[in-house]
């Protein structure tokens, strides 16, 4: 009788864990498919916010481009400056479909870039069949830079909202005002740019670096030369580490340090021993001394380090740290492909931070002829919408070469320009806007 009885039981305890297997199995399927849900929401999360990023970053550009397409001076330029035009709106009108808000939320927002983007084309055409830019586009050009400052504005704080969680958004959030160019009342828009942006700071890719001097040198001699160097632009050195070695853009010998109480990392070439990079790998607590007081100390250092004399650019604060562009000078020709960075702890005025990739791949005594076009020459090249304030001579780089210019400080109302004027073609070869973005000056 136990026998038989026990049978059922045998039958139920494997019943049992039978069950309790399916059971698990059930709920690792369970949440394996909410762990892929999870992560297809992530994914489509981050398609969305990169949407957000690259509207806010092409209509920051488009801006731009229209503000330089006014104060534009030659037919090239202008065509150039459609061409991105036209293509930064085509660019915003697919990010903005992307986005999970319907058609009719963003409807307003694509009409007024698709209709950019067809005006764009229209005047490309025209310029390219010999015609001009009338009065009356310009007027319209106004308009439309004004109305895309405001749509600007708006993204950029729908973007800060949806950051923040907020993903509900309507059309009045996209909605933008008629093409009147006096319907505009928002604020100037803060462009987004690289930190410690200024003239031709991201320099041109090149393979050779002119400006290397000097034997090679073995991993124990750069750390003495970082040694040196760094002590003469932080402080004390208290610890020097052997990082390993790289060879982006050129051959170096990698460290890390601390110098005068700063964490920092280097880089040495394996030419000449010279100090390429330097950066500092933590922010500065206090901010003591002014801005000028330490670009002064930067401009010294360099002196002392044997760069020469230094042409003062542009500059930025950021957590402490003053950076500050350097260009090289040849008498009194500014070298913008000669561009040194340094950034200044604004609690001392030491340099905890030095970037003179450009400088040493551009870095040679120049022939530089005297110009074909005086300066009134090159001021009348300028656009009759500005004011020009100042003019100096410059080398600026190219895609391939370099040209001479004058750079033409110039302003259109509250708006600062510089325009480059190629100093023997009379050519208009770029114009950048120059931005105070509150903690610098920066030009793009």
């Not at 929401?41 to 970053?57: D, H, T």
């Not at 500065?284 to 330490?294: A, F, I, K, M, N």
Request: with cysteine.
């Amino acid at each position: 009788m136990e026998r038989i009885q026990s049978r059922p039981d045998a039958r139920m305890r494997f019943a049992a864990a039978a069950l309790a297997v399916l059971l698990v199995a059930m709920a690792a399927a369970a949440g394996a498919r909410d762990l892929a849900l999870q992560r297809t929401r992530l994914q489509i999360s981050a398609v969305y916010q990169k949407a957000f990023y690259e509207s806010c970053e092409l209509m920051n550009g488009l801006q731009l481009s229209l503000r330089k397409l006014l104060v534009s001076g030659s037919g090239a330029q202008e065509q150039a400056l459609l061409g991105d035009i036209s293509q930064q709106a085509q660019g915003i009108e697919s990010n903005l479909a992307m986005l999970p808000l319907g058609q009719e939320t963003v409807s307003g927002a694509v009409k007024f870039v698709n209709q950019v983007s067809d005006y764009a084309r229209t005047l490309t055409n025209r310029l390219a069949a010999g015609g001009a830019i009338a009065s009356d586009d310009w007027a319209q050009l106004n308009a439309l830079a004004d109305t895309m400052s405001e749509l600007t504005v708006r993204m950029n704080d729908l973007l800060a909202r949806y950051v923040n969680g907020e993903m509900v958004f309507t059309a009045e959030d996209f909605e933008v005002e008629g093409m009147d160019a006096g319907t505009s009342t928002q604020p100037a828009v803060d462009y987004p740019a690289l930190l410690y942006d200024g003239p031709f700071s991201e320099g041109r890719e090149t393979e050779v670096f002119a400006g290397l001097t000097g034997e090679s040198v073995t991993r124990d001699e750069a750390q003495e030369r970082l040694r040196a160097f760094a002590r003469r632009a932080a402080g004390e050195v208290t610890a020097l580490r052997y990082a390993g070695e790289s060879a982006i853009p050129v051959e170096c010998w990698e460290f890390s340090l601390t110098a005068g109480g700063y964490e920092l990392s280097a880089s040495v070439t394996k030419q000449g021993g010279h100090v390429l990079y330097m950066l500092p790998e933590n922010d500065v607590t206090q901010s003591l001394l002014s801005r000028d007081e330490c670009i002064d100390k930067g401009l010294a250092f360099l002196a002392a380090e044997g760069f020469g004399r230094m042409h003062v650019s542009y500059y930025r604060s950021y957590d402490g740290i003053l950076t500050v562009n350097y260009a090289a000078m040849q008498e009194d020709v500014v070298l913008y492909p000669d561009l040194v960075k340094l950034q200044i702890s604004l609690r001392d005025g030491a340099v905890i931070g030095i970037e003179a990739s450009h400088y040493y791949a551009n870095h040679i005594a120049r022939e530089i002829a005297p110009p074909a076009l005086s300066v009134s020459d090159a001021v009348g090249r300028v656009s009759d919408q500005l004011s020009v304030n100042g003019v100096k001579l410059c080398v600026i780089p190219l895609d391939v070469g370099e040209a001479l210019c004058y750079e033409c400080s110039a302003s259109r109302g509250e708006e600062n320009y510089l325009i480059y004027i190629d100093a023997n073609t009379g050519m208009e070869r770029e114009i950048m806007q120059v931005v105070n973005s509150g903690d610098g000056i920066i030009a793009q």
